[in-house]
């Protein structure tokens, strides 16, 4: 299928939210693609909050609409659903005098479709059987969703990008909802397209479906190239009282990153270094671990361990930029963004033996056993006692980090439609 000239519509459900930085970057990255492929590309927005376009930043378009409005549209997304037509959704061009952020560049000379509150009520519908349908005004070619989007939209070709099934695998259920949504995306698309061998290899087994169907394409990872000055990083660490080259790093707070073992670990050290936990609290995280959680709140080991809930894109910069390496013994992971944004920025990644990291990673790691603490533990002193493995370490991620470019995903986008 040639891409040049075609109109593709990408789901825009992760854009909205605040938080979801891996989903999120990727749905930039792949914006930015099809812009270099000559796709005319849109989003499809279920949050629109038009009379606060005027002279505001990009991020206004991503609010609630009010709750009447609201209400009118799931009941108009859910009967049309119910009697099987589907929703019209009409194109509304970005105003030429909103301010474009740098974190929205990627929407730029974009269209968005609005459907209000579609992927919740997709979502729901999905539950009882139902699955929403919307035509777009006008009509576009394909539908890209970015992850297992319960959602039709008339009158195109699907392609769904599958990061990883850690739930479903946690669950070892194929009955349980994740999994069910995880089927019907795989049935529903034409192609399904995996951002690692390791996801394309459950996705096979777990639902024993032709591996023809499924095409890898490793997500790109493009951090800023701004050069920002020593002084500039010093200067932003002091506020965050860390010293630089003088703390060791951690993103992301959900379970199947395995920051439970990575503390027990650090703790058992006498590092007289902080470790920074950078992330949103999963939403199980302090049910999971209600001792740990409790652990942690004490003075002794807040000095130690810093956590900080969310950065901004300028400040993750800086701090894998400042940090002494990065720790990341994930039990689980489709991708694992972290290690090569650290790669690709010169700083040496700790990460685990299992899932997709060695795959992804290469010989430009030091691994750990992520079920064993005693092994993390001693990872990690080996790591802060070893300039020259640092360094190694760092040389070697340079290079690997090339792999992950973004003319290397847009040739795989390339190949990936080939196949259509």
């Known amino acids: 299928m040639e891409l040049n000239g ?12 605040k938080h979801t930085r891996g989903l999120k970057t990727y749905s930039k990255n792949l914006l930015n693609a099809y812009k270099e492929l000559g796709a005319d590309i849109s989003v499809l927005i279920s949050r629109y909050s038009p009379k606060a376009l005027i002279n505001t930043d990009i991020s206004t378009l991503f609010q609630e609409i009010n709750t009447w409005e609201h209400l009118k549209s799931v009941s108009s997304l859910s009967i049309k659903t119910m009697v099987g037509k589907a929703s019209n959704c009409d194109l509304v061009r970005i105003p030429k005098d909103l301010n474009i952020t740098e974190d929205f560049s990627s929407l730029t000379d974009a269209g968005i479709y609005v459907s209000p509150g579609c992927y919740k009520i997709a979502k729901h519908l999905r539950y009882l059987g139902l699955k929403l349908t919307i035509a777009p005004n006008p009509k576009v070619d394909i539908w890209h969703a970015t992850y297992c989007t319960p959602i039709k939209i008339k009158g195109t070709v699907k392609l769904t990008t599958i990061h990883d099934i850690t739930s479903i695998r946690a669950k070892n259920n194929s009955k349980d909802k994740v999994a069910l949504r995880v089927r019907d995306a795989i049935k529903d698309s034409k192609l399904i397209i995996c951002v690692s061998e390791h996801t394309k290899k459950d996705l096979v087994e777990f639902y024993d479906i032709n591996p023809d169907k499924f095409f890898v394409n490793y997500q790109p990872v493009l951090l800023s190239n701004e050069v920002i000055q020593k002084d500039t990083i010093l200067n932003k660490l002091i506020s965050y009282d860390l010293k630089y080259g003088q703390f060791i790093l951690f993103f992301g707070q959900s379970a199947n990153k395995n920051l439970k073992r990575l503390i027990e ?21 302090k049910s999971e671990f209600p001792q740990f959680y409790t652990e942690l709140t004490k003075a002794e080991i807040q000095k130690r361990v810093r956590i900080i809930d969310y950065i901004s894109e ?24 972290p290690p090569i944004e650290a790669m690709s920025l010169g700083v040496p990644v700790i990460t685990s033996s299992v899932s997709c990291m060695p795959e992804v990673c290469g010989d430009a790691a030091l691994y750990v056993d992520p079920y064993d603490v005693e092994d993390i533990a001693n990872k990690i002193t080996m790591m802060i006692n070893d300039k020259e493995l640092r360094q190694r370490l760092i040389k070697a991620g340079y290079e690997r980090a090339k792999i992950f470019s973004m003319d290397n995903f847009i040739n795989g986008l390339k190949t990936a439609y080939s196949k259509i």
């Open 265 to 285: 670990a650090y703790l058992c050290l006498s590092a007289d270094i902080p470790l920074v936990i950078v992330g949103k609290k999963d939403i199980n995280w």
């Open 6 to 17: 075609a109109k593709i519509l990408i789901s825009g459900m992760s854009l909205e939210e």
């Open 314 to 337: 300028s400040d993750k910069y800086i701090l894998y930029k400042g940090a002494m390496f990065l720790a990341f013994p994930s039990l689980y992971e489709g991708f694992g963004l």
